[in-house]
């Protein structure tokens, strides 16, 4: 079945320490992104990517980072820059049109 | 840049009856309008979107209207279930440089009370 994967879905991480959270699609959609959500604030955009080897920062990368080696894969780093990281973050994916994100399950960050 | 504006953010209607959720939107080059429902726990899923081509858009107790001068476009649920109760998002989207460029609203979480 298609979909995208993220992975883990639970994280604990201790101040100061970076952690990688993991997505992937096997949709081949060209477009990926990454969304911080926390409560009454709806999507609010980190990074995206339209191709491999190519991203871009969103309205609040300051304290993340990503890779796009491969189509399928979109890493996020949440480094220990981030001074407030615990939120829930979705990963989604598009083709490189005008139309529908799907989106991966979420992975929920809390700092310990 | 796009700002979405939804509301309200909280709603809790009886089964049976009919829920409403309102989003405007800044930019009028945006043209394609998804509606996202997230359930406790998951990421969010398309349930129904409108392109700025039409005015209305139907799909069995779900629907949406667009209102192109006014720049706002809604939600309509019939018929609300205990299931239909979530989080919903409205989104504009417009194409930006080759990059789809997608505004979200803030949600509205809709309890349907049985």
């Known amino acids: 079945d298609g979909g995208i994967t993220q992975s883990p879905k639970y994280l604990f991480r201790k101040e100061g320490q970076n952690v990688t959270l993991s997505c992937e699609q096997n949709?081949?959609?060209?477009?990926m992104y990454w969304y911080r959500q926390d409560p009454g604030q709806g999507l609010r955009l980190i990074y995206y990517s339209q191709i491999v080897n190519d991203f871009q920062k969103g309205d609040i990368a300051e304290g993340y980072s990503v890779s796009r080696e491969k189509k399928e894969s979109f890493p996020l780093t949440v480094t220990s820059a981030q001074k407030n990281p615990t939120a829930f973050y979705l990963c989604?994916?598009?083709?490189?049109?005008?139309?529908?994100?799907?989106f991966g399950q979420g992975t929920r960050l809390t700092v310990v | 840049g796009e700002n979405v504006e939804q509301h309200p953010s909280t709603l809790s209607v009886q089964e049976g009856d009919s829920a409403v959720i309102k989003c405007t939107y800044s930019d009028s080059a945006s043209n394609y309008f998804p509606w996202y429902k997230q359930e406790l726990g998951k990421g969010p899923q398309l349930i129904i979107d409108i392109r700025s081509n039409v005015g209305e858009k139907k799909d069995q107790r779900i629907a949406v209207t667009l209102n192109k001068t006014a720049k706002h476009f809604s939600l309509h649920i019939t018929e609300t279930q205990p299931e239909d109760s979530a989080v919903y998002f409205c989104a504009a989207s417009k194409e930006s440089g080759g990059y789809q460029k997608v505004t979200f609203g803030i949600g509205t979480k809709l309890q349907v009370i049985p």
């Open positions: 949709l081949n959609h060209d477009a």
């Open positions: 989604a994916s598009k083709y490189q049109t005008n139309t529908e994100a799907f």
